[in-house]
């Protein structure tokens, strides 16, 4: 892993909207795995539909933010720093994907 951490940005969504002709609004799939993102932020605002959300192998502490995305149903976030199951409640989530989660991990 490098040593800059990173900002869940349009931009960032957008580069990795590819598939959608770099169409973020209607995105029912985004895959930001191992870009050292710190917070989940800004995606319930630009993707509220979306159904797939990998955010596994960066720097996430907590659950947070996903409150609008109405349709997610498959949520990764496994090896990040998440210590606890949070903000969850009322969601229509089929799959949630959190191996190895600690904020003891001790690798970078």
């Known amino acids: 892993r490098g040593w800059t951490r990173e900002n869940v940005t349009e931009d960032l969504i957008r580069r990795r909207a590819e598939h959608n002709d770099c169409e973020i609004f209607s995105l ?20 509220r539909d979306l159904k797939i959300l990998y955010l596994q192998n960066n720097l996430i502490p907590r659950i947070e933010n996903v409150g609008r ?18 903000n969850l409640e009322g969601r229509s989530l089929i799959y949630l994907f959190l191996l190895i989660n600690n904020s003891s991990r ?3």
């Open 28 to 47: 029912e799939e985004v895959s930001l795995h191992q870009q050292d993102i710190e917070r989940i932020e800004h995606i319930d605002r630009w993707c």
């Open 69 to 86: 995305l109405k349709n997610l149903e498959y949520l990764n976030l496994a090896l990040n720093n998440i210590e606890a199951i949070e």
């Open 106 to 108: 001790g690798y970078q």
